[in-house]
């Protein structure tokens, strides 16, 4: 099993910290940059197609939750299940940067910020 260490490459469009999550830990998932077959994630298509790094660099969007690509059914599902608060992590990225993100959400040993 992988340590979880702090990587700004692991750190997912939509705010995510990969290098924390556990299939990524155990080797099951290359983590969302990598995962090319996650076709389906909305918020990955749109990152990609506009060339950003995360969420945190839309200007159309300056609150993720207001974008139907990160707020969508699925999100909301996803948040609900697993307590994550995803658009705090899109804040943390603006405040702290990808590599303070990475370096706070490995230190806090969690995927995500919690609601």
């Known amino acids: ?10 750190v997912a469009y939509c705010g995510l ?8 830990l155990q080797e099951k998932c290359p983590g969302c940059p ?8 909305k918020i990955r298509t749109c990152c990609q ?12 969007h300056p609150d993720p939750m207001a974008c139907r690509q990160f707020n969508n059914l699925v999100s909301k599902l996803f948040a ?23 370096e706070r959400m490995s230190q806090l040993k969690h995927q995500t910020l919690r609601k």
């Not at 099993?1 to 692991?10: C, F, P, Q, T, V």
């Not at 910290?17 to 990524?24: E, P």
């Not at 969420?55 to 159309?60: K, L, S």
């Not at 299940?81 to 603006?94: E, H, L, T």
């Open 34 to 41: 990598g995962f090319d077959q996650a076709t389906w994630c």
């Open 1 to 10: 099993m992988k340590e979880i260490r702090a990587d700004e490459k692991l």
């Open 80 to 102: 609900l299940v697993f307590r994550s608060d995803r658009a705090a992590c899109v804040d943390q990225i603006k405040r702290l940067g990808l590599p303070g993100h990475a």
């Open 49 to 60: 197609k506009n060339r950003f790094s995360t969420c945190a660099e839309c200007r159309e």
């Open 17 to 24: 910290y990969c290098g924390a999550c556990k299939r990524y």
